[in-house]
């Protein structure tokens, strides 16, 4: 991999790479996104989670130019999107949540002819293509049309398209949706060498284990706000605090043991989650007295935030 | 033009025509058979078969053969056909089915230039049909040089004609099965009605003007006058007919295509 390919010596901007004020965006009667604010600084990867429906790819879409904003203010590089749509649009790299890859052309000609649409000379985009076939470690498929790449190979393949004008934001939305584990974790790999290389990133997805791994910060939203936003563990910690304990089956002495000593828990009836600040006494005790049907000690992850903030109830 | 708001079209709609045209020679080999044997089986049927028929036709005070009337009829079609299929169900399935213009629309061209830049294709690809079918149709003598060659900057402006009208209707179609009713209701009646394989003299006065309304008629019109060599005033209503006809259905299309994919 040549250094040339990534922007990494390109200055710093000393602003927010993307900053959003009062951002709104309604069609007809629903209110997609709804005053929302936030900021992604440069070199950070910043993740928006939420339950489908909650106004994330609405969110993404207006800040690459795809989706005309209601309301508010939103500026991405310093700029405003509604009065600088091509210059920011030409600074920045995104990966769809659907295929949109050119299923008439060959993985090495969509490089070329995504790059054109940049007006990269064709000389340069021959040799960003190779490059970034190579990085992406497509080089053996090049010649081969989308239809005939696996579901891993077409998402990397979507992300070397995202590169191929060296931005310096890269926009992903929903990167790893579909994918077996091997190739998320391919994936995922490549998204933190692109990290590590200060490629600011905005990512949205619905795997808590992708947020978690990836980003510097995030936010939950749902019914198009934020409930939430800050770093992964800090996030944690706050909102459900550092262990979880899960009974299966609970009892009626159980009920009334947390009751009395008024924990914060969660009842789904046929199971018990019972969040802690701290682990030791409190599990063995409960381990004891109440585990019939057994119960589960374990770190409390994002998806309990998730969970605890968004319901659980299906959002279909 | 459209209520307050400017288009936003620079030159860069060149590369969404470069996207087509790369595709395209991929498969250039199979686009070529159609504008090859289509003509032969029209000017077999129709000249060879029915000629013997038919006999002479009475144009602009001459008499030509039946085969010199409908060659230039054979070339307008073609004109009209493969523009107007290009912006219907090709750009459809690059629009709905590829999401090409999702991927374009993240990058700095604008609505406007996609649009442009697939209508300027279907032109294109009228003129690379016309000039195969023309040199297979001139192979015969059936048409008059050197006035005929006026015949390939007309396949590229009567295919911006029906390429704008094509993308209209791929702006407001809900599914693209629906392709069915402008073909049946609209491009059928013109093949068979707008002059073609019989002079519109021989219909009742009021279907010659329904005839006269429509574009095929006057793309037939000229594309007759350049293959005989016989030109007159309605060459110049040709033209002004079909640029009035572009500049009326590419605004449109390109207001249509901004409501449907603008969310």
């Known amino acids: 991999m040549t250094g040339r390919a990534f922007p990494e010596d390109r200055p710093k901007e000393p602003g927010p790479v993307i900053e959003a004020s009062r951002l709104r965006k309604i069609f007809g009667d629903l209110v997609a996104v709804d005053d929302i604010s936030f900021a992604v600084k440069p070199g950070e990867c910043f993740g928006i989670l939420g339950p489908n429906g909650a106004g994330k790819t609405t969110t993404i879409r207006m800040i690459y130019g795809y989706s005309p904003m209601t309301g508010g203010m939103l500026q991405v590089f310093g700029l405003d999107i509604r009065r600088h749509p091509r210059t920011i649009k030409a600074r920045i790299g995104v990966c769809q949540q659907e295929n949109t890859l050119d299923p008439d052309l060959t993985a090495q000609q969509n490089l070329e002819v995504f790059a054109r649409y940049f007006d990269i000379s064709e000389a340069q985009a021959q040799r960003r293509a190779n490059e970034l076939l190579r990085f992406m470690a497509l080089e053996h498929r090049k010649d081969a049309k989308s239809a005939e790449l696996s579901g891993g190979m077409i998402r990397r393949l979507v992300l070397a398209r995202a590169l191929v004008n060296q931005p310096e934001l890269l926009i992903l939305d929903e990167p790893t949706t579909g994918l077996d584990p091997q190739a998320r974790h391919q994936v995922w790999e490549r998204l933190e060498d692109l990290r590590a290389r200060g490629l600011s990133i905005l990512l949205t997805t619905h795997y808590m284990d992708e947020a978690s791994r990836l980003c510097d910060r995030l936010m939950i939203m749902d019914q198009g706000r934020i409930l939430v936003e800050g770093a992964p563990a800090e996030l944690i910690r706050q909102n459900v605090g550092l262990d979880i304990i899960e009974v299966a089956s609970p009892d009626e002495a159980l009920r009334q043991f947390i009751r009395e000593r008024d924990l914060p828990s969660e009842d789904l009836g046929h199971r018990l989650i019972i969040y802690l600040e701290d682990r030791n006494d409190l599990y063995h005790e409960i381990r004891a007295r109440y585990c019939g049907e057994g119960c589960t000690l374990r770190m409390a992850t994002m998806e309990d935030v998730f969970l605890k903030l968004t319901g659980r109830e299906l959002r279909e | ?263």
């Open chain 2, 1 to 263: 033009m459209t209520g307050g708001r400017s288009w936003d079209i620079t030159g860069r709609f060149i590369r969404v025509w470069q996207r087509n045209f790369r595709a395209y020679s991929e498969s250039w080999k199979i686009g070529f058979i159609p504008p090859i044997l289509e003509p032969l089986f029209y000017l077999l049927a129709f000249g060879v078969g029915l000629a013997a028929l038919v006999g002479n036709i009475h144009y602009r005070g001459t008499d030509i053969s039946y085969m010199v009337f409908i060659a230039p009829a054979l070339l307008a079609i073609n004109i009209m056909n493969n523009a107007f299929y290009e912006n219907t169900y090709s750009s459809y399935v690059r629009m709905y089915y590829y999401k090409t213009f999702d991927a374009m629309m993240a990058t700095p061209l604008s609505l406007e230039e996609i649009i442009t830049g697939e209508i300027i294709w279907g032109a294109t690809k009228s003129l690379i049909a016309t000039a195969i079918m023309q040199a297979v149709i001139s192979l015969f003598g059936l048409i008059h040089y050197p006035e005929g060659l006026l015949i390939l900057p007309l396949a590229f402006v009567g295919g911006l004609a029906f390429g704008a009208l094509g993308m209209f209707f791929t702006g407001i179609v809900k599914s693209i099965d629906l392709f069915n009713l402008p073909i049946f209701l609209l491009v059928t009646p013109m093949f068979l009605f707008g002059g073609t394989f019989f002079p519109l003299e021989t219909l009742p006065h009021w279907a010659q003007q329904v005839a006269f309304a429509l574009p095929l008629t006057h793309l037939v019109n000229l594309t007759r006058a350049f293959s005989t060599g016989i030109l007159d005033g309605s060459v110049a209503t040709g033209l002004v007919y079909l640029a009035v006809f572009s500049l009326i259905f590419f605004p449109l299309a390109l207001r249509k295509m901004r409501r449907r994919l603008i969310r």
